[in-house]
């Protein structure tokens, strides 16, 4: 139902036109006693739209899109197009009650609303972390408030010492949103799995408080055309926001299936998420064409709930830094003739 944006300014500002007073009656029965006022605690909270035309509205968001959202007033629920908003603050984060599973490491939620990436970006932004050792750098997301992170094998592989930086939103006093470096310097490595070309990582908490985590898709929905967006550090640019489609959802690549995006991807974003129009995890950017523009690759996030329910099998030890197994491919043949092994000396 639309309705017109001068209405819902009259309704939210409690406008209503009050009926004059009636004249008491004599010997009237004594009104009963007014209930007490709600909890100001309990009292259900709206989000705040704030429109372009600079009036806002404070209702409860039932249902949006990446065009609309719709706002329930009580009384009736208005539409609204997403080119008529300027910014949105949420009463409430998505709770794990809303839907979230929460399956051995990691989490998933098959009720998060599409969203734009600029809204996901920052509801989400935070898990992404940027993994550096000495012979260079990479991406990660953290998928459980412990500290546990996925990043690619490769970004680690050969390297004991690591660092995370992640990046904390905090509010000023004028209501603004300031991001804090964070750099953690205690990073462990827990498992890695080199024919995934994963690895899982656990940052140790600074003040004690639980980190913020993304969700990993459990459904593998994917089709052509999709939407998706991915968040890393490509070159050491930290929280760079990229955006494209699926371009197909299963390329061959030496016996493993990869989504392939036209999302950009470059040294640097290996081990980082990438993300649906949900906020959900599709997929860890990998690799690329060197020499292409617009063909990235990320391993599927099925590869990624397979290593971590089975990470007991890539557990990391420090004396074998390449564990778990790593099978070489044999040499290949140098002398074509036929051996002399096989060679017939009858004749």
């Known amino acids: 139902m639309h309705i017109a944006l001068a209405t819902v300014a009259l309704v939210l500002s409690g406008a209503v036109a009050s009926e004059p007073a009636q004249p008491a009656k004599p010997n009237a029965t004594p009104a009963p006693a007014a209930a007490p006022a709600a909890d100001p605690a309990t009292a259900t909270r709206g989000d705040t739209v704030a429109l372009t035309d600079g009036s806002r509205i404070v209702a409860p968001i039932i249902k949006e899109n990446r065009e609309t959202i719709w706002l ?5 629920v208005i539409e609204l197009p997403r080119t008529r908003i300027d910014a949105i603050t949420r009463a409430v984060q998505q709770e794990e009650s809303d839907g979230t ?71 000023t006093a004028g209501g603004a949103v300031d991001l804090r470096r964070e750099v953690i310097e205690d990073v462990e490595i827990i498992a ?12 140790k908490p600074q003040d004690g408080k639980p980190f913020p985590i993304v969700f990993v898709e459990n459904t593998d929905d994917l ?9 890393g550090a490509p070159l050491g640019l930290e929280r760079t926001l990229s955006t494209g489609v ?15 995006t036209t999302a950009q991807i470059n040294p640097g974003n ?13 997929g860890v950017t990998n ?5 292409g523009e617009g063909i990235g690759f990320a391993i599927p996030a099925r590869y990624v709930r397979d290593f971590i329910r089975n990470r007991d099998a890539f ?17 290949g043949r140098t002398d074509f003739g036929t051996p002399d092994t096989l060679k017939d000396t009858s004749n």
């Open 287 to 291: 690799m690329k064409i060197p020499l």
């Open 223 to 231: 089709a052509p055309g999709q939407e998706v967006f991915a968040i």
């Open 72 to 76: 329930d007033l009580g009384h009736t």
């Open 101 to 171: 599973r929460s399956t051995d490491m990691f989490r998933s939620n098959g009720t998060l609303p599409e969203r734009t990436p600029k809204e996901l970006s920052k509801q989400f932004g935070e898990g992404v972390i940027m993994v550096s050792t000495p012979g260079g750098l990479g991406s990660g997301f953290i998928i459980h408030p412990d500290g546990f992170a996925i990043t690619n094998a490769h970004v680690i592989q050969g390297e004991t010492k690591l660092r995370a930086t992640m990046f904390r939103q905090s509010s």
């Open 270 to 282: 290996s081990g980082g998420p990438l993300f649906n129009i949900r906020g959900e995890v599709i």
């Open 192 to 203: 890695v799995n080199d024919h995934v070309d994963l690895a899982l990582i656990k940052l």
């Open 246 to 260: 699926v371009a197909t959802k299963a390329r061959s690549f030496e016996g493993m299936s990869y989504i392939q």
């Open 315 to 331: 557990a990391y030890d420090k004396n074998t830094p390449n564990s778990g197994h790593k099978y070489f491919s044999p040499p």
